[in-house]
DNA sequence: AATGAGCGG
């Protein structure tokens, strides 16, 4: 740093006297601040003007470099970084002159999918945006017939008919057929004794078998679905009992429903206890008619 | 007298 006598302050405007004066401030009398560089060898200076406590008007000249000891605690590589071309969002920033940028590109992520099904996905995802600009929710699309709006997969009329989907990646699946027009099993796993030549017991154990139901009718108001299974398991394996109750109330509705396994338990259940007393009532006990929607 | 809840994409 070098400071440097300029002049000397007249003998009108005395340094103890601007002091002790309101703090007057005198600097509006010095030149402005300079700041020349940093250069190419990070070398910068300032020059600043002051009164010392003299009262002399005094230059002072700092210089420092910068750049060198910067460069000192760089690696190679991120000085090399920084002679690299701008990219991206800071393409007309200077070369050198910002190192990172935030950036506000838009990023798709893909979701991984076997090739060749996207086509499919785009012109399904079609159909129900089509659908949907005519005013109709497109909710319930049977992935087994393709049949919109009418019933879910799982209560599909063809599903005993619809042929089964092919075995695991081993086994393109059939090009024709309803399954094929949904796309359902297309490289989708499916349990080895769902595939295809796998052997098929007579029940089918993937929909509920609600084909031994059993209604019971005329129960006593206090008859909970342990009383019911109690009563009915002897017959065999009860897959599920029911008792309808009021939702408001949360009284028992003096009917219920349980479900057997095997239908001939169910046939000796009616037959046994079909006008059977049970608590104070007689019970009524028969095949129910298959529930509605 | 009386025929169930809820689950989806």
Request: proline share 5%.
């Amino acid at each position: 740093m070098a400071i440097d006598k300029i002049s000397t302050l007249s003998s009108k405007l005395r340094w103890g006297e601007l002091e002790e004066d309101d703090g007057e401030d005198l600097d509006f009398l010095l030149p402005p601040r300079q700041v020349i560089g940093p250069d190419e060898n990070g070398i910068k200076k300032v020059i600043e003007y002051k009164f010392n406590d003299d009262g002399d008007k005094v230059k002072i000249t700092t210089t420092t470099r910068i750049r060198k000891l910067a460069k000192a605690r760089l690696s190679k590589r991120a000085v090399e970084r920084r002679s690299w071309a701008k990219f991206g969002d800071a393409v007309h920033e200077d070369v050198g002159s910002r190192l990172t940028m935030v950036s506000t590109e838009e990023i798709l992520l893909e979701r991984p999918r076997a090739p060749g099904t996207k086509a499919e996905e785009t012109k399904a995802a079609g159909d129900s945006m089509a659908q949907l600009a005519k005013g109709g929710a497109v909710l319930m699309v049977c992935r087994t017939c393709g049949k919109k709006g009418d019933h879910w997969t799982s209560r599909c009329p063809y599903k005993d008919l619809a042929p089964q989907p092919e075995g695991f990646i081993d086994k393109p699946p059939t090009s024709e057929g309803p399954g094929a027009a949904s796309g359902a099993g297309k490289n989708t796993y499916v349990p080895p004794g769902l595939r295809a030549g796998a052997e098929r017991t007579g029940t089918d154990m993937r929909r509920r078998n609600d084909e031994n139901s059993v209604r019971v009718t005329n129960l006593s108001e206090d008859t909970r679905e342990p009383d019911l299974l109690e009563l009915f398991r002897t017959f065999g394996a009860v897959s599920r009992v029911y008792v309808a109750v009021d939702q408001k109330t949360g009284l028992s509705r003096g009917f219920g429903f349980v479900n057997f396994v095997n239908k001939e338990d169910a046939e000796r259940a009616i037959n046994k206890l079909n006008g059977y007393g049970y608590d104070n009532l007689i019970l009524r006990v028969e095949w129910a008619t298959p529930r509605s929607n």
